[in-house]
Nanobody, 128 residues
Framework: VQLQASGGGLVQAGGSLRLSCAAS????????IGWFRQVPGKKREGVSC????????YYEDSVRGRFTISRDNARSTAFLQMNSLKPEDTAVYYC??????????????????????WGQGTLVTVSS
């Protein structure tokens, strides 16, 4: 499966954006979808993950309550609704696929190594 993230842009602090992750080449029905973000010079950070049927969702502590992950398998698309955006949310956002969501204890709940089919990211810039 090939994934493509879109929907990024420039927004003021407190604003909202909705990112989309579109799949091509294969169905998304059997894949968990994760959203990650990366700032230049820093490691890719997991943000959220949704199970293949959408029944389970997981969030990094820094975005819980502000971001909502969802999916529409009929459209082979996943979404990340981002509200109450902060300047520290500025990053390139990527989506990726996995067999299931792995939610680890500790400060980083997701690991990029668990995911594949990385697509090109979309830049989110939050101005103060």
């Amino acid at each position: 499966v090939q994934l493509q993230a879109s929907g990024g842009g420039l927004v003021q602090a407190g604003g909202s954006l909705r990112l989309s992750c579109a799949a091509s080449g294969s169905t998304l029905d059997y894949s968990a979808i994760g959203w990650f973000r990366q700032v230049p010079g820093k490691k890719r950070e997991g943000v959220s993950c949704i199970s293949s049927n959408g029944g389970s969702t997981y969030y990094e502590d820094s975005v819980r309550g502000r971001f909502t992950i969802s999916r529409d398998n009929a459209r082979s698309t996943a979404f990340l609704q981002m509200n109450s955006l902060k300047p520290e949310d500025t990053a390139v956002y990527y989506c990726a696929a996995a067999r299931r969501c792995h939610f680890y204890s500790g400060s980083n709940h997701f690991r990029a190594a668990d995911f594949g089919s990385w697509g090109q990211g979309t830049l989110v810039t939050v101005s103060s």
